[in-house]
């Protein structure tokens, strides 16, 4: 197989490092950029995203992404903020997101029981079979960060529980997206990661 | 680093590195480290100690943390919570939170990581706690200094109050001795992680042993 290269859609986030360093142990370079040329070159896309849904709409605008990423045809992988962006729009600052897939994100309301934001490990449980969760159990523990989710939707491919099931996954044809961090979500998310990266 | 490793080996789910010192020295420190650390680590880690300005917070996510916890710089400058969180999100500004009882009522204190220097704050812990969650922090580690360093368990009553009194993910620190202490933490405060650094450290307590212990009580936890 040659090896895959891979663009990293810098929307503006905090920690795109860690994400740099799980590639790199799988034995990747990612190349960090906002050009479209080279996200329309690269064999796969990644979109990070750690922040608010707003700014990141305005950074991916300015540098002409939010047409060009719905039209794209590699294999693309959305993480976190990235896998909100995704879908119609963010009840965070009331934005319009890519519209890749229908559905919209909203605040998790805290309860006695459950701080937000949703900080942590939790459970995902797959809806189908996909090449994604190849060797990733049901039941398998994933890091998430967040305070916004997305209902599970008809493109749900395994969803995590906290008060309600959620998305975790979503996929449709060459679009996926996690809303937790495989890149510090130990073995399982490097799994996830090099599963990506084999499409 | 072979700290680290091990505590990932053995299936830890978070780390966090504090440099305790940087703060009352008002030093600022090499932070290459980072760096290395987090290359070679797949869970989540924070970094505390000395980060004052939102170019330290800066450096600091740069260099790979994916969260930063301050302490005493957030008691001088409170506004800096505001800021770091619009800047970075919520969800990588934890606060750290020094409280002992004192005439029936929990307050903060400040600089402990030099006994010469530590000072009382002059705020009230259910104070504190309820401001820092106004203002943008995304997660408060309570570190009980009455229990710290004594292994004789967490500071249960008092973590409940904190419970009570934010929706924030709450960590509770000081006091673990035994793996009872954490399952009793987990169970009566409701806490949504617990933080140890000597028993671990000592490894009196197997990392991987405390989450099969945890789990047969019941304990939601990653195995």
Known sequence: ?199 | MELATRYVSEGADELVFYDITASPDGRSVDRRWINRVAEVLDIPFSVAGGIRSIADAEEVLNYGADKISINTPALATPGLIDQLAKRFGTQCVVIGIDSRAENDTYHVYQNTGDPDKTSHSGRTTIDWVREVQERGAGEIVLNCMNQDGVRDGYDVAQLKLVRDNCTLPLIASGGAGSMQHFAEVFKQANVDGGLAASVFHSATINIGDLKKYLHEQSIEVRI
């Open chain 1, 1 to 199: 197989m040659e090896a895959p290269t891979v663009a990293i859609i810098d929307s503006g986030g905090a920690n795109i490092a860690s994400l740099e360093f799980a590639l790199a142990r799988l034995g990747i370079t990612g190349q960090l950029t906002v050009d479209p040329d080279t996200i329309t070159a690269a064999s796969h896309v990644i979109l990070p995203g750690v922040g608010a849904a707003a700014d990141s709409m305005t950074r991916l605008k300015k540098a002409g992404l939010t047409d060009l990423i719905p039209g794209l045809s590699q294999p693309f992988l959305g993480i976190c903020l990235g896998l909100q962006l995704l879908f119609t729009a963010s009840e965070e600052d009331d934005t319009q997101c890519l519209g890749v897939f229908p559905g919209t994100a909203r605040k998790f309301m805290p309860t006695p029981e459950r701080a937000v934001p949703h900080m942590g490990w939790n459970r995902i449980t797959r809806t189908r079979n996909s090449d994604l969760l190849h060797g990733i159990p049901d039941g398998s523990h994933f890091y998430f960060v967040h305070s916004y989710a997305v209902e599970v939707t008809d493109d749900t491919l395994a969803f995590a529980e906290y008060g309600n099931p959620f998305t975790a996954i979503v996929e449709r044809a060459n679009f996926s997206a996690a809303q937790f961090h495989p890149e510090r979500s130990g073995e399982f998310g490097a799994l996830l990661l090099k599963n990506f990266l084999h499409r």
